[in-house]
């Protein structure tokens, strides 16, 4: 470990030397630590950002969800009243069309027909 000892050493000597490398070696273990600790820190923080950020996307993930499942409920509800519709209006042409055949066949038989108009 290479450094300078100008600003460690009060009086040029072996046990203030010692005592001023001993000092010196606490702060650069000091520092070390408190790096450690600093990194640690915005590490969790890091870590608690994307924790959020990942929360906030599926809330905004499920309310997307939501809102394409009602669209899709709303539409398929629709197409199925269209298609009620048109079950509906078939069945009634099918019993009109019937009913118009009895009623000329009981015309018929009495010797009566619709009058139609041929132009």
Not at 9 to 27: F, I, S, T, Y
Not at 46 to 52: C, E, G, M, P, T
Not at 84 to 101: D, F, N
Request: proline share 1%; charged share 40%; no cysteine.
């Amino acid at each position: 470990m290479a450094t300078n000892y100008r600003y460690e050493v009060e009086r040029p000597g072996a046990k203030n030397l010692r005592k001023a490398l001993k000092r010196q070696e606490e702060r650069i273990k000091n520092d070390e630590s408190n790096s450690e600790q600093e990194a640690k820190v915005k590490s969790e923080i890091r870590v608690n950002q994307i924790a959020d950020w990942m929360e906030k996307q599926e809330e905004n993930s499920e309310r997307r969800i939501l809102k394409q499942w009602a669209a899709d409920s709303k539409e398929e509800l629709s197409l199925a009243n269209k298609e009620l519709t048109a079950v509906r209006r078939a069945q009634l042409h099918k019993l009109l069309y019937t009913e118009q055949a009895l009623y000329e066949m009981e015309l018929n038989e009495q010797g009566k027909s619709f009058f139609i108009q041929r132009t």
